[in-house]
C-alpha cells in the first residue's frame, strides 16, 4: 500500500520543493497518513509570535499531498480543489507544528483527507482541515 | 464533564425533537462526544435506495448539537453557523447510518466538532463533516 | 449554451425528483446558473417556525444540481462530492426561500457552484453555500 | 458606514503589516467589501511559475481582514476561525491576482464573507472563498 517510503518521501521533498528547503520535515508515515512538522522561522510568524494562518494552510496542503503521493507514488500528478480549515486555538509561540494527516478516500480521481494540527509538545488541536485532491490522468487538464 | 447523560440526551431528543421522534438514536456518549444512530427510512433515501445528501447532513447536524449540549446542558443555546461535508462514498442500502462525533473546541463562543459518518456494520467513513456552532448569551442575537 | 430551458428542467423535477414534488419551484435560468425556489412547509420547519439547516442544505443541493444538467443534459451524472454552508441570519417565519445559483466552473470532471439563499421578498442573504460536483464518465464509479 | 477610507487602509497595512510590505495592494474599496490585489513575486510561485496555494489562501485572508476593519476600524480585534476555498483553475503565469471581497455579514460577533479571485487582466475566476472572521470583545479570549 506504501509507494514510497519515508525516505523516499524526504528526497521527494528536498528535490521537488526546493523551496521548501527546511520549511518541512516528514516525521513518520502513519497506518493511514503521515507526520509532518513545520520548522517554525521568522516567516511563518505574524505580529505577536503565532504561526500565521497561511503558513498553517501550506502545512497542511504539503501534508496532504505527501499522503497521496506516499500510496501512489511520485508520478503523479495531484491538485489541490477544496480546502475547509478551522482555526481553533493559538499554537504556541516557539514551537514547531505537526500536521497529522489521515487519509479518508483515496480513489481513482479525487483523495480526500483530514489533516490535525498541533503545537509541538501540547496535545490539543490547534487547527484542522480537511482537503479534496483532483488526481488527473496523465493527459487531462481537469 | 457531562451535564447531560444518555438517558437525559434520550429524553431532550423526544421532549425537544417532537420531528425526530424514530429518527434519530443516541447510542452511547464517547470521550470526547457521542455516537448518533439514523434510523434509516423511506423519506431519507434517493431514487435508487441511498440515503441522500440532505438525511446525512441533518444527521450530523442534531448529533454535533446533542454532544454539546451533552457538555454544557439543555439550557444553553447553540446554531449552527458553518459546516463543511464531503461525500466520499454511497451510505449501503437498507443500513441504518452511524454519524461519530468529536468536539475539537468547546469555547465560550465557539464549539468546533467533527463527524465521521459510516453504514452500520461497515467499516468505512461515508462522509466526513466539520461543523461550527456559535453559543449566544441568552439575551443575545448573534 | 443551455441544454435544458425552464420547461424541460419543470419536467425533469417531476419526474426524475417524485419526492421533491411540489417543494421545489425552478423560477428561472439566469445567465450563469438559476433560481430555485423552496415552497416552505411544515416539514421544513425547526421549532419555532425557522426553515431547518436541513431544508435549506437540500435546496442548496438540488439548486445546483439542476444548475449543472441545465448546461449538460439530464442524461448526465452528477454526484454531490463537498458543500461548505455558512448560515448567517434566520429565514423569516412563513415565507419560502429563494436559491440563487451561480456556476463558477463546469469542468469535464468537476463543477463548482455558489449558492446565496435569500427569503421570498427579503434582501438579505440568510446563507451561502459553495458546492463541488463530480461529473463521472458514464461507467466509471469514481 | 466606512470607518477606513483607502488611504486609511493603505496606511494601516504599511503600519500593522510590515511583512506584507509591498505584497499586497488596496486597489478600491466597493460597495460591500473591498478589491486587494498580490503583487506576484518569486516567494508566491510554485514550479512551473503559478501562484501557490498559500499565497491565494494568504491573499483572501488579508483581504476579508481589511474588508472588515475598513468598516468596523482598526482597533478592533478579528480573528480568522473558518475557511473554505476551492481551487478551481490555474492563475496566469506573471500576473499579479486579484481579490475581490463581499462582505455577507457583518455582526457584533462574526463577519462572514466571499472572495472571488482572478489574474490580473483575466475574467475567470481562478479561486474562491468564504471566510468566517470572530470579532472577539476586547477582554474576550473567544
Redesign the interface.
Known amino acids: 500500500m506504501v509507494a514510497m517510503n519515508e525516505t523516499a518521501l524526504r528526497e521527494f521533498l528536498v528535490s ?2 526546493p ?1 521548501a528547503d527546511g520549511q518541512y520535515r516528514v516525521e513518520r508515515l502513519t497506518d493511514d497518513g503521515l507526520i509532518l512538522r513545520l520548522v517554525v522561522d521568522h516567516m511563518h510568524l505574524r ?1 505577536g509570535g503565532t504561526v ?4 498553517m ?2 502545512l497542511a ?1 504539503v501534508a496532504v499531498y505527501l499522503a497521496i503521493l506516499s500510496r501512489i507514488g511520485p508520478e503523479a500528478l495531484a ?11 493559538k499554537p504556541e509561540a516557539g514551537r514547531d507544528v505537526l500536521c497529522d494527516v489521515r487519509l ?2 483515496l ?4 483523495a ?1 483527507a ?1 489533516a490535525h494540527l498541533t503545537s509541538d509538545g501540547g496535545s490539543e ?1 490547534v487547527a ?1 482541515a ?1 482537503m ?1 485532491y ?1 488526481i ?1 490522468p496523465a493527459r ?1 487538464a ?1
Chains 1, 2, 3, 4 share one sequence.
Open positions: 521537488d520543493f523551496q505580529p500565521s494562518g497561511p503558513a494552510f501550506g496542503d491538485v489541490t480543489t477544496n480546502c475547509s480549515i478551522d482555526f481553533m486555538r479518508l478516500k480513489g481513482r480521481r479525487l480526500v483530514e488541536i484542522r480537511s479534496t483532483s488527473p487531462d481537469g
